[in-house]
């Protein structure tokens, strides 16, 4: 009796020893595959990645060429614009705006959309149905955009250090730590925009919308100093601003990371705050969509 005991107990702990193994598995599998998945859709598509490496490049001139048309022939202008912008690298200053925007951008679009695509595609209902949980359909495109927004930030450093002549001499190091503390806030804010599509089904207005409030506030190819006061109160609410700024103090004028300890402050907790509203909004809605019988609607 006392041996059956004993070999009841060691089974009991081998369970729960490999319990979390099981779990980890559990998530682990599913969560790679979609991220295979979304991998072979990218590079099926080849002028996806054509555009991947354009656009760093393609984008950051337009505005470039026309802020040195309106400096006039000889620089005129840029004595203003360095008293503003509190520097006279004005390419540095229009390309990291630009490049984090583009960020922002490509994540709506990816990872926001990213179960639209599913539905359009006859594939949504079926992961769906599969029994696995449902965030992971979703955290495996996000991981896979993480990996292409990693690559497109090296394509973009690379292309605008050799052929825009772009010179960085701040801090890396601050430079990486803001970037980090940004995704929470940047895949908050996608996951949000799956759950809307997923209740609403087509917010590519939205998108618009959105993004288009960035590229006004956000000081993105301008110093915020030219915006309405009313305008900076909005500009200093919304996270991009707070990246946009912290990266052009360390990648521009060295700054440490007592100087921009009020960006690192704002975008930590803002990023917790969206990436839990992402979140809740996603279960929220898959709950209602899972009661009304909707995922299969367009």
């Given amino acids: 009796m006392i041996d059956r005991v004993e070999d009841v107990r060691r089974g009991e702990e081998r369970s729960a020893v490999r319990w979390p193994a099981r779990a980890f598995t559990r998530w682990l599998v599913p969560l790679g595959a979609v991220m295979r998945k979304e991998t072979r859709i990218f590079f099926r598509y080849r002028s996806w990645v054509v ?5 760093p490049v393609l984008f950051p001139l337009s505005y470039l060429l026309v802020g040195r048309a309106l400096a006039g022939p000889h620089g005129e202008g840029m004595l203003a614009f360095s008293q503003t912008a509190g520097t006279t690298n004005y390419t540095g200053f229009i390309v990291i705006g630009t490049t984090a925007w583009m960020w922002l951008n ?7 959309l990213s179960l639209r695509q599913e539905q359009m595609r006859g ?6 149905l599969a029994p696995t949980p449902r965030l992971l359909v979703l955290l495996g495109t996000s991981a896979t955009q993480v990996l292409t927004a990693t690559v497109f930030l090296l394509v973009s450093l690379l292309e605008v250090t050799l052929l825009l002549r772009v010179r960085f001499s701040g801090s890396a190091s601050t430079a990486l730590a803001l970037t980090a503390l940004s995704m929470p ?3 908050g ?9 997923l209740r609403f089904k087509e ?8 993004r288009g409030l960035f590229l006004v506030f956000s000081g993105m190819t301008f110093p915020l100093a030219v915006l ?12 991009l601003t707070h990246t946009i700024e912290g990266l052009r103090q360390a990648l521009l004028a060295g700054a440490s990371f007592a100087v921009v300890r009020p960006q690192l402050v704002f975008l930590t907790w803002s990023g917790m705050a969206l990436l839990l509203a992402g979140y ?12 009304a019988g909707a995922v299969g609607h367009f």
């Fill in 228 to 239: 309405p006061q009313w305008m900076r109160l909005v500009a200093g609410w919304l996270p």
């Fill in 123 to 128: 594939t949504l209902e079926s992961n769906w």
């Fill in 185 to 187: 806030w940047v895949y």
């Fill in 51 to 55: 555009g991947l490496g354009l656009w």
């Fill in 189 to 197: 804010l996608g996951m949000a925009f799956a759950a809307l599509v």
């Fill in 106 to 112: 490509i994540t709506l679009w990816m990872l926001g």
């Fill in 203 to 210: 917010p590519t207005a939205l998108v618009y919308v959105v």
């Fill in 280 to 291: 809740v909004s996603f279960r929220a809605v898959d709950r209602h969509v899972a009661r």
